[in-house]
């Protein structure tokens, strides 16, 4: 008997589910019913990889109710998906041809599950997020700021700021409780931080959104972060490379860092300024600096040694 592979197509309110090579589809609602009837169909068809498209965060409650009844379930890049369909000619898109195309991607890349992380991780992960949420809102009030006129405006622009001010650290004491309270990430910050570049936040976000660090190599973590360049070519032309897929929220941190680390870390500074010397892009030398220092980070967490400046970190 064939493999089963499903697809889960996921909106707001709505599931759809289609089985490889089957062909057998249904469609749930996304609450606790529809839930409870989308584990009960999955345990009959007994599938062997249930993949479900990253959907702005509609997909999260769905992974949880089928990781939680010990379903294979992965969560897939929805612009892998699209590449995926358009290779298949799928130009149509409603929810039940998703699902389909979902499922057929699914059999095709088999990804690998990976357990969920458990509940503090999960907490940890929604604090950084939501302190970065703040971050950005009050960079636009400060560029709201700095193109008001009106005093009034002013001084409703200065009474939010200082309100998120507040929040912000609020949520700081929360992520230091939270990580000072779990000796297992208490030692990974230290580790982590160990290497000039990389303050708390840094430190703390790579350890509540990417919890396999330490247990990947080089080029398995460099994509999970979405910094493995990829290249375009055809026959004789070939393209630039370019980065992409991977967490985006995960990709800016060691961008950030890097910059930090091309100043203050000699031996990440002797890197970048190498690239520069043989004519690469300054651009280019920090996407290059990042992903060699989340390599460093990636050996670190794995090793679980600090930081030396003659590393032999792999």
């Given amino acids: 008997m064939d493999a089963l592979f499903v697809g889960i197509d ?10 490889h090579p089957s062909g057998q589809s249904f469609a749930t609602a996304r609450n606790g019913e529809g839930l409870a009837e989308l584990v009960e169909k999955l345990r009959l068809l007994a599938p062997a990889l249930i993949a479900v498209e990253a959907t702005g965060g509609f997909e999260t409650v769905v992974v949880a109710a089928l990781a939680g009844e010990a379903l294979p379930v992965v969560v897939v890049n929805p ?3 699209r590449h995926y369909a358009q290779a298949l000619g799928k130009r149509a898109k409603t929810d039940p041809i998703d699902a389909a195309v979902i499922a057929r ?4 890349t088999k990804p690998a599950v990976r357990a969920l992380p458990d ?6 992960a929604d604090l950084v997020a939501r302190r970065r949420q703040i971050v950005e809102m009050m960079g636009a009030e400060g560029q709201r700021e700095r193109r008001a006129v009106d005093k009034r405006l002013k001084k409703s622009i200065a009474r939010l700021r200082k309100a998120l001010e507040k929040e912000l650290a609020e949520i700081d004491g929360e992520i230091d409780d939270n990580v000072r309270g779990s000796p297992a990430w208490a ?12 303050g708390p936040v840094v430190a703390r976000t790579l350890i509540a959104e990417m919890p396999e660090l330490g247990s990947l190599d080089r080029r398995q973590i ?27 929220s995960v990709r800016s941190v060691p961008f950030m860092a890097a910059l930090v680390a091309a100043r203050h870390n000699p031996l990440l500074k002797a890197f970048r300024d190498k690239l520069v010397a043989a004519g690469k892009p300054k651009l280019v030398a920090i996407v290059a ?5 989340l390599t460093i980070l990636n050996a670190i967490a794995r090793d679980g040694r600090p930081w030396n400046p003659k590393p032999t970190h792999a």
């Fill in 105 to 108: 991607f699914a059999e095709a």
């Fill in 222 to 248: 460099a994509a999970l972060a979405g910094l493995a360049p990829w290249t375009r070519q055809s026959g004789q032309w070939k393209g630039k490379s370019l980065i992409g897929g991977g967490r985006k």
């Fill in 10 to 19: 996921v909106s707001k309110d709505r599931l759809d589910v289609h089985a």
């Fill in 289 to 293: 600096t990042a992903r060699k220092l």
């Fill in 187 to 198: 030692e990974k910050e230290d580790l982590l931080a160990s290497v000039p570049g990389v």
């Fill in 79 to 81: 612009a892998q998906v």
């Fill in 119 to 124: 509940e503090k991780t999960r907490l940890l």
